[in-house]
């Protein structure tokens, strides 16, 4: 049983579409993030939930938006996409409280490409 | 300023090698994490620290706060230890983890 999985693995879409990304953890955690990782493998914090209430907003841009249905799950939209959005996203979960102080458990990451 | 950074950025090896990788930080933290991404891209958590050492299997991690530093080290690396490497730092001052720029490893047969 996959315990962080994300849909789709890979998205191929076109400048100014809107597309979503879906992840859902089985481990039974309450905390969960998105993290970007950009053309030089370089990891960075977007957004992270904690019982579905928004902990982490680090400066995306406002096109980006978190969801979370509930503490399973984390999903990601973003709208009017741009080539700089191109990246690998990741999402992860953890156990307990803010993000950092326990492991974390990461999906298999979503390849995004934008034409 | 939060600043994590690692060394070598890239590491080549022979199969049975003893392999170090090192990660400093620049202010005091709260945990420190050393993760590894394969080759086809997944990331496996391996240790979370605050202090002093752990080991599994063959990985070894170590953290000095006072020196503000972590090393993880492989003994008798194997080609399937080819992998980058990743650092990452809860800081005191923060709830969000920094990544340092990761550490490729090579190891040749």
């Known amino acids: 049983d996959t315990a962080v999985s994300q849909t789709p693995k890979y998205l191929v879409t076109q400048m100014g579409n809107d597309k979503s990304i879906k992840c859902e953890q089985n481990?039974?955690?309450?905390?969960m993030y998105w993290y970007k990782q950009d053309s030089k493998k370089f990891l960075k914090i977007m957004f992270s939930?904690?019982?579905?209430?928004?902990?982490i907003n680090e400066t995306v841009p406002n096109r980006f938006s978190p969801k979370s249905p509930d503490k399973a799950h984390l999903n990601l939209h973003i709208n009017s996409l741009e080539l700089g959005d191109s990246a690998v996203y990741f999402c992860?979960?953890?156990?307990?409280?803010?993000?950092?102080?326990?492991?974390?458990?990461f999906g298999d990451g979503t390849r995004l490409s934008i034409l | 300023k939060n600043e994590v950074e690692q060394s070598p950025q890239n590491l080549t090896a022979q199969e049975g090698e003893f392999i170090t990788i090192n990660c400093s930080y620049s202010?005091?933290?709260?945990?420190l994490h050393w993760l590894q991404q394969h080759p086809g891209g997944g990331i496996v958590s391996l240790f979370m620290?605050?202090?002093g050492k752990k080991k599994h299997g063959r990985l070894i991690a170590t953290i000095n706060i006072q020196e503000k530093h972590s090393s993880l080290h492989i003994t008798a690396s194997h080609p399937r230890d080819s992998a980058v490497y990743i650092c990452?730092?809860?800081?005191?001052?923060?709830?969000?983890?920094?990544f340092g720029t990761g550490t490729r490893l090579q190891v040749f047969p």
């Open positions: 992860a979960s953890s156990q307990g409280g803010r993000g950092g102080n326990q492991p974390q458990h």
């Open positions: 481990l039974g955690h309450d905390t």
């Open positions: 202010v005091g933290i709260s945990a």
């Open positions: 620290l605050s202090s």
């Open positions: 990452a730092v809860r800081f005191s001052n923060t709830d969000k983890l920094i």
């Open positions: 939930y904690n019982n579905k209430e928004l902990i």
